[in-house]
């Protein structure tokens, strides 16, 4: 078959793997180029990414520095104008607290100068016991009576301040005092009362005050003195009071005064004296109708001079049908929290409630008030003492001041004390009898005429006799009829009929068991049966002394 005449399936085959090889060629060809081509382009991108990149990163960087650059601008003067006002606010706001703290303080200072004014008012009944004005202390004139009475001082405390000031009892014709306490609390409300009637004495005059105590659990470091302790004498000295008070109202008030004060001030030397029932450990040994007395005295008593201060034992139950809340209402009350006292008044209930304590601390009495000035004498030495006393009284009589070398208890009251009046033979009346003298000058004042001087003058210018016999017979031996009138009040223990009713006008003495006595009050026509104390051994006097030095040592002198 010639070459123009092959069949296209013949040519077909003939040519496949002719156009297999060139295709092969080709393919391989063109992938060499492809691949240099792409590897150019590739970093040509590579180039124009990284010259972007830098393009970015420079155009950022631009950006930035001129934002910051920017918000420093737009913020120097927010800032500035910041500073500058919290500068003007501080400086306000300083000013502004130191004139607050400045009227604080002056405020501070106007309440402290009004509560020592308060203080340097009442005079020896509020000031402190260190207070110079104690070395000035003389017996209290006619009419002379505290409105209030310091028993403590009152600290508040608060995030600026600590304002110290003095706790005054309004009492005396104001409001009685109820102290309620339990346990050991007690002694120390004890304590803080004993100061406060200390301070009564001390501030009226002598002879207007009566004390009426009463404490069934008797306590002889506590009541010194006459305390009664059966219900019953309890019920009929309650009763005396509560009479008294009705007395005082028919008889001197009536409707002409409004209270006791108004009536003492035209009363002038017949002035009523204040009396003040003190009662420990209330509300043992008082009955149902006993008890229910505090409540009425506490209503009435305050307008007729009769004043109640209270000390409630909070363990002890109550009389039937008997509530605290009665006498509360009319008392100031100052009650133990379990941690101090608490003065259960809205003005003073946050503050810190000292009782009994002095503002420089310590709870000792006031020197001044308690300090004595003691003389003692045997017998060969009585006319020595007799002769300066009567000089004294002549001294005070006559408006005389003391001299230095007198001492320092020549300006106050005076007690002569003579223990065994049956050993004094210089003071026998019977003894100034004798054969008179010729001569022109009058003969000297023999003891037994300067001791009827005492006896009779004394009393008027603050000098007083305590005296001690051992028989009627004796007694009238030293004194007679006119001098013994001038002992008002009496005490006799066991003696006979006749004997008790010359001395006391009854011959209720004949019938006193041991340890019992009388005591009589000739201007009252009173007489009272009671308890007296032993006389201290000696050896009880020494270890009291001995502990007295050593609470004066621990608390400073």
Not at 181 to 190: D, G, I, Q
Request: aromatic share 8%; charged share 25%; proline share 6%.
């Amino acid at each position: 078959m010639g070459r123009g005449n092959r069949d296209p399936v013949t040519l077909g085959l003939t040519l496949c793997p002719l156009i297999r090889e060139y295709s092969t060629r080709g393919e391989k060809g063109n992938s060499s180029f492809d691949a240099k081509r792409a590897l150019k382009r590739r970093e040509n991108a590579a180039r124009e990414h990284e010259q972007r990149i830098a393009t970015i990163e420079t155009a950022y960087g631009q950006a930035t520095t001129e934002a910051r650059m920017t918000s420093d601008r737009q913020l120097a003067q927010p800032t500035q104008d910041y500073h500058r006002q919290m500068a003007e606010s501080e400086a306000v706001y300083q000013q502004a607290m130191s004139k607050a703290l400045a009227d604080y303080q002056a405020m501070l200072n106007d309440v402290t100068a009004k509560a020592n004014a308060v203080t340097r008012s009442g005079g020896l009944a509020a000031v402190p016991c260190g207070y110079p004005l104690w070395r000035e202390w003389a017996v209290a004139h006619a009419g002379d009576s505290p409105s209030f009475v310091r028993f403590g001082q009152l600290t508040e405390s608060g995030q600026w301040h600590r304002l110290t000031q003095p706790a005054l009892l309004p009492l005396i014709g104001h409001r009685d005092a109820l102290f309620k306490a339990r346990s050991a609390a007690k002694s120390a409300a004890v304590r803080s009362i004993q100061p406060l009637l200390l301070r009564l004495l001390a501030t009226l005059p002598p002879g207007k005050l009566r004390f009426t105590f009463i404490d069934p659990i008797v306590d002889e470091q506590l009541i010194d003195g006459k305390a009664w302790t059966e219900p019953q004498h309890i019920e009929v000295r309650l009763a005396d009071l509560t009479e008294h008070v009705e007395n005082v109202i028919q008889k001197y008030l009536r409707n002409q005064f409004a209270t006791i004060e108004d009536y003492n001030a035209q009363a002038g030397e017949v002035a009523e004296p204040y009396r003040v029932l003190v009662v420990f450990d209330f509300p043992a040994n008082f009955s149902e109708a006993a008890a229910r007395r505090p409540v009425s005295i506490a209503q009435n008593g305050p307008r007729c001079g009769v004043f109640a201060v209270i000390l409630a034992d909070t363990d002890k139950p109550l009389p039937h049908g008997f509530t605290l809340a009665d006498l509360e209402q009319a008392c100031t009350v100052i009650a133990w929290d379990g941690n101090r006292f608490v003065w259960q008044d809205p003005d003073f209930k946050d503050c810190r409630l000292e009782p009994g304590l002095a503002p420089g601390g310590g709870s000792k009495p006031c020197p001044q008030l308690v300090t004595v000035v003691t003389r003692h004498g045997r017998r060969r030495e009585l006319p020595g003492i007799i002769a300066d006393l009567a000089a004294e009284v002549n001294r005070r009589l006559d408006g005389e001041t003391p001299s230095p070398s007198q001492g320092e208890g020549w300006g106050r009251g005076l007690y002569l004390v003579i223990y065994g009046l049956q050993r004094a033979r210089d003071l026998r009346q019977d003894d100034t009898l004798g054969f008179s003298s010729f001569s022109e000058e009058p003969a000297a004042p023999n003891p037994a005429q300067q001791f009827a001087t005492i006896l009779r003058e004394g009393p008027d210018v603050d000098v007083h006799t305590i005296v001690w016999c051992d028989t009627l017979t004796n007694l009238n031996r030293n004194l007679d009829r006119r001098s013994l009138r001038e002992f008002a009040l009496r005490v006799v223990l066991q003696m006979s009929a006749e004997d008790s009713a010359n001395l006391v006008d009854t011959p209720a003495a004949s019938k006193l068991g041991p340890h019992r006595a009388l005591f009589y009050n000739e201007d009252e026509g009173r007489l009272e049966k009671f308890r007296p104390y032993g006389v201290p051994s000696a050896q009880w006097l020494a270890w009291a002394g001995e502990q007295w030095r050593n609470k004066g040592a621990g608390q400073g002198g």
